[in-house]
């Protein structure tokens, strides 16, 4: 059975560029944590330079969240993002599979971490690049997928 080519499209391309942009300084940042969980460089990088976690749960919350990143969402974005650029449709899935996580995750921020991050960051800041991209990357990627895959080309 040979597979169906889904020939990388201008929008395509754009959601690739767009994912990179938006989690690579994440995950480098979650790298400090899984490595130094204890440092102030941590400290500086995920909470505010010269700030300390607001609580035992903070701390946690954030080693969780980067242990399930490194250990689901980097490879699943990685492996989809390769068969999105080769045209496979499992590429898609996994883009899919990406964007869902990404879009979950983010909800669960809004509720756990935006009124401490939005006032300090401003509205601006706050539904670009420390919530917004996010949400938006992961609901493009999703819709998009599912698009492709159902035989909707951009």
């Known amino acids: ?9 201008f929008v395509t391309w754009v959601l690739i560029v ?9 995950i480098l940042a979650q790298l400090i944590i899984l490595t130094k969980p204890h440092s102030q460089l941590a400290k500086d990088i995920l909470v505010a330079k010269g700030e300390i976690w607001r609580d035992k749960t903070h ?10 990143d ?21 590429g898609y899935v996994f883009w899919g599979a990406a964007g869902s996580i990404s879009l979950y995750t ?13 006032p300090s960051r401003g509205a601006l800041s706050y539904y670009t690049y420390y919530w ?6 992961g609901a493009l990627a ?3 997928s ?3 895959l159902g035989g909707i080309d951009l």
């Not at 701390?59 to 399930?68: C, D, H, K, N, P």
């Not at 490194?70 to 499992?90: D, K, M, Q």
């Open 18 to 26: 767009f994912g990179a942009v938006t989690l690579t300084p994440l």
């Open 106 to 118: 983010n909800i669960v921020l809004w509720f756990m971490e935006r009124e401490y991050v939005y």
């Open 70 to 90: 490194w250990i689901l969402l980097v490879p699943i974005t990685i492996i989809g993002s390769v068969g999105v650029i080769l045209g496979y449709a499992w």
């Open 146 to 148: 599912a698009m492709r």
């Open 132 to 137: 917004g991209f996010f949400v938006y990357w």
């Open 59 to 68: 701390f946690r919350s954030a080693l969780g969240f980067a242990w399930a």
């Open 142 to 144: 999703l819709v998009y």
């Open 1 to 9: 059975m040979e597979d169906v080519l889904f020939q990388p499209t």
